[in-house]
């Protein structure tokens, strides 16, 4: 089965700053790679789809590249309102693997 | 506009089965995949498995013993049986809607189910 190796596992920023995390695959999925964002307490949010298309109503500080085996998603400017968890999964064939989260938190 | 609506037992002992059921309203049932996933408090995501609206299955290699996922594709609901659950099934479950080939991702409101003597 594909493994979805995420990273960080965490990460701390300041207000303003970029921040990239990655998703890398064991083998090649092509662009079926989507994020989410979990804020505490809530449901996953589909932040991108197709490893690139920003889902509807998603800030466009947002965005995510790659295909294949590499990934990341980008926030351009980070707020204090992105403050979450991120997931990257994969969903070309099952099993539709999660990658192991990335935690963002401001400086 | 796609709804998934999940019911089912919140509150079940050792050993018991639990059973959901998610409700597609809005959209197409054909041309997706319907799956389960869970989230364990204070832990990452785990998907568990998928169905079509004809019936095919998969599972994750970790649960399928114990998994069963149906369908009523004329109803468009799917259901969700885990067997012999214990505390480390409790979770809250999410049913979710995702693409064969083109589309996005969907998922329901998720389901908090509790396994506790």
């Known amino acids: 089965d594909i493994q979805m190796t995420q990273s960080p596992s965490s990460l701390s920023a300041s207000v303003g700053e970029r921040v990239t995390i990655t998703c890398r695959a064991s083998?090649?999925?092509?662009?079926?790679l989507a994020w989410y964002q979990q804020k505490a307490g809530r449901v996953p949010k589909l932040l991108i789809y197709?490893?690139?298309t920003l889902q509807s109503g998603v800030p466009s500080r947002f965005s995510g590249s790659g295909s294949g085996t590499d990934f990341t998603l980008t926030i351009s400017s980070l707020q204090p309102e992105d403050v979450a968890t991120y997931y990257c999964?994969?969903?070309?064939?099952?099993?539709?693997?999660f990658g192991g989260g990335t935690k963002v938190e401001i400086k | 506009q796609v709804q998934l609506q999940q019911w089912g037992a919140g509150l079940l002992k050792p050993s018991e089965t639990l059973s959901l059921t998610c409700a597609v309203y809005?959209?197409?049932?054909?041309?997706?995949?319907w799956s389960w996933i869970r989230q364990p408090p204070g832990k990452g995501l785990e998907w568990i498995g998928e169905?079509?609206?004809?019936?095919?299955?998969n599972y994750s290699p970790s649960l399928k013993s114990r998994v069963t996922i149906s369908v009523d594709t004329p109803k468009k609901q799917f259901f969700l049986i885990l067997s012999s659950v214990s505390a480390a099934d409790t979770a809250v479950y999410y049913c979710?809607?995702?693409?064969?080939?083109?589309?996005?991702?969907?998922w329901g409101q998720g389901t908090l189910v509790t396994v506790s003597s």
């Open positions: 979710a809607r995702y693409p064969i080939l083109t589309g996005y991702p969907f």
């Open positions: 809005g959209g197409s049932f054909s041309g997706y995949y």
């Open positions: 169905i079509n609206h004809s019936g095919t299955t």
């Open positions: 999964q994969k969903y070309n064939s099952a099993p539709l693997t």
């Open positions: 083998q090649g999925i092509s662009s079926f």
């Open positions: 197709a490893a690139s």
